[in-house]
């Protein structure tokens, strides 16, 4: 008869031999029957060696894509994390459309969807399925473009108050009344992303849910400072390793957190009693006004969200929680504002590196500028004159250019939730040296794709041999391979494409423009002596050079058309 101790000690060798069995396939076994195994790809130096820092890090990634496409063709196979990680990195555009088309086959990984979760909760950026779809009908006709016209006259205001700011000092300095070492007459160095990011979240704070942050003025608004804090120090500064563990092993932050835990959790609450009151308290307006027959005017995406949620034409299936809606609200504040404050950022610098360009574009907004100041202008004509912006022809090219340049979204993962044939309109280099014409590609279920929009953006094959410059005249000769490109925007994949492609796509461009309008007809940009790289931190965003720890930097000088002395 078999003892006891003899089955207590036999059971953890058996769980021991089934975990080791399980880590010998999927490490060893299966990855040598992967079909991806017969794609060209680069060669690796070791057994765990893996592609991620080329592909990822945008200081090398324009070179890395370029040669890829020379040596393996367009859909080139390349290492992610382990042995088991073969991944497919499509630079076909047939391929990434099919990718971004079919978002139910091709999802963002779970680990992505919790990291996200874990941070600003399932709002449309993590959620998938029917869960995402749900979400993204209920939040669609808030971004209507009548719905954005209504928030123009809110986002010139900010705009001025930036400029006004920055008035304020470039006074200061003249007058001796700041620490701001003064570089030349009427013109101080200004952190251009600092306060570009501190104008987006004033912007996406009254547009989101009619919050004043005030964050021009200052930072000391307990709710602004969470959602910075957060995003900032626990996104951006975090340790790369504890991340990883966190996201595997999500209980160590629950037993052994450390700053970056601390500092989220401590965010979220905050989060959730400033901004979860909002909520109430806008819902409690609008039953209200429901009863009494005087239905709630609110502009701001979270009124209009919450009257979507309980629209009589949308069924009470389709309806979402308070909860999502927060979350929803969190997700457009870290897409609101630090998206559109890179791009903002990114096409300053690039103005200050071409001042040809820069004085070119100033010109074309120099002869629309009224002759009533903005403050004094009424809600009609500040929608007259953006109306007019909206379609300068200079201004909509430089936009594109610097949102084809510097995408602030480098690039994106998605996983295959079944095995699928993913179309090619290229000839398909295999890893024996030689070239097929087959049609598509097998990818088995849970294999990762690289979206790689930098990469589509700066594509010589398709953009032409100057590809990588920053050149706002391409856009008025457009090839037919460009035309052809899959892209919400202007065949561009900077806002994605299909149905997980950006929603405020329309109120992005809106802040774009006006901001651009309001700065450059009232300040001239310089660069400064300090080098400003590319890194992907989340997001691409500039960092002076030897000062990464101090977080994103974009410092440019700063000078006024006309004296401040002098006005």
């Not at 890179?342 to 500028?369: F, G, K, M, N, Y």
């Not at 065949?491 to 149905?499: E, I, K, R, V, Y």
């Amino acid at each position: 008869m078999i003892s006891a101790l003899t089955i207590f000690f036999s059971f953890p060798s058996a769980i021991a031999l089934l975990l080791s069995s399980y880590v010998v396939y999927h490490v060893i076994i299966a990855p040598r029957f992967n079909p991806l195994r017969t794609l060209a790809g680069p060669p690796l130096k070791g057994p765990l060696d893996n592609h991620m820092s080329p592909v990822l890090d945008p200081f090398r990634s324009p070179k890395t894509h370029a040669a890829y496409v020379a040596k393996y063709g367009r859909n080139v196979r390349i290492r992610g994390l382990g042995p088991w990680d073969e991944r497919l990195l499509p630079l076909d555009p047939i391929s990434v459309a099919h990718v971004l088309k079919n978002s139910i086959i091709y999802e963002k990984p779970w680990q992505s969807r919790r990291l996200i979760t874990s941070l600003i909760g399932c709002g449309m950026l993590a959620a998938e399925g029917h869960v995402h779809k749900r979400q993204r009908r209920v939040a669609t006709p808030a971004f209507s473009i009548q719905n954005m016209r209504a928030l123009v006259p809110l986002v010139f205001g900010k705009g001025e108050e930036l400029k006004d700011k920055w008035m304020d000092m470039i006074q200061a300095v003249e007058e001796g009344e700041a620490t701001s070492e003064k570089q030349n007459s009427d013109q101080i160095e200004i952190d251009v992303c600092h306060w570009i990011s501190r104008a987006t979240f004033d912007v996406i704070g009254l547009a989101g849910f009619d919050y004043h942050f005030n964050a021009i003025q200052n930072e000391s608004d307990e709710l602004f400072a969470a959602y910075k804090e957060m995003f900032e120090i626990a996104v951006s500064q975090g340790d790369g390793v504890r991340t990883v563990l966190g996201i595997y092993f999500p209980i160590l932050n629950s037993l052994f957190p450390d700053r970056r835990a601390k500092t989220v959790h401590r965010c979220q609450e905050t989060i959730r009693r400033v901004a979860g009151k909002l909520v109430q308290q806008k819902k409690s307006r609008i039953l209200d006004g429901e009863k009494n027959g005087s239905a709630y005017t609110g502009k701001d995406l979270l009124s209009l969200l919450l009257k979507s949620n309980v629209a009589t034409d949308l069924p009470p299936d389709q309806r979402i929680s308070d909860e999502d809606i927060l979350h929803n609200i969190n997700t457009f504040m870290f897409a609101g504002s630090d998206t559109t404050s890179l791009a903002l950022t990114w096409t300053l610098l690039l103005l200050a590196r071409h001042p040809d360009l820069q004085t070119r574009l100033r010109t074309e907004l120099l002869s629309i500028v009224p002759t009533t100041p903005i403050s004094r202008l009424s809600t009609e004509e500040i929608e007259s004159l953006h109306n007019t912006l909206q379609n300068l022809p200079y201004l909509n090219n430089v936009c594109r250019e610097s949102l084809r340049v510097i995408p602030p979204v480098h690039s994106s993962l998605r996983v295959a939730t079944q095995d699928d044939e993913i179309p090619v309109s290229y000839p398909v280099h295999l890893s024996d040296g030689t070239i097929s014409e087959q049609k598509t590609i097998r990818v088995p279920k849970g294999t990762f794709v690289h979206v790689p929009v930098e990469a589509f953006n700066l594509d010589k094959g398709i953009w032409g041999v100057n590809a990588w410059d920053f050149d706002p005249d391409r856009w008025d000769h457009l090839s037919e391979d460009v035309l052809s490109l899959p892209g919400l925007y202007s065949n561009l994949l900077t806002f994605s494409a299909g149905p997980r492609s950006c929603i405020g796509m329309r109120f992005s461009m809106i802040e774009m423009k006006t901001f651009l309008y309001i700065l450059l007809t009232t300040f001239t940009f310089a660069e400064t002596d300090k080098r400003i790289y590319k890194a992907n931190v989340v997001l691409t965003r500039p960092y002076v050079s030897g000062q990464f720890k101090k977080g994103s930097q974009c410092p440019l000088l700063v000078k006024p058309l006309v004296s401040v002395t002098a006005s």
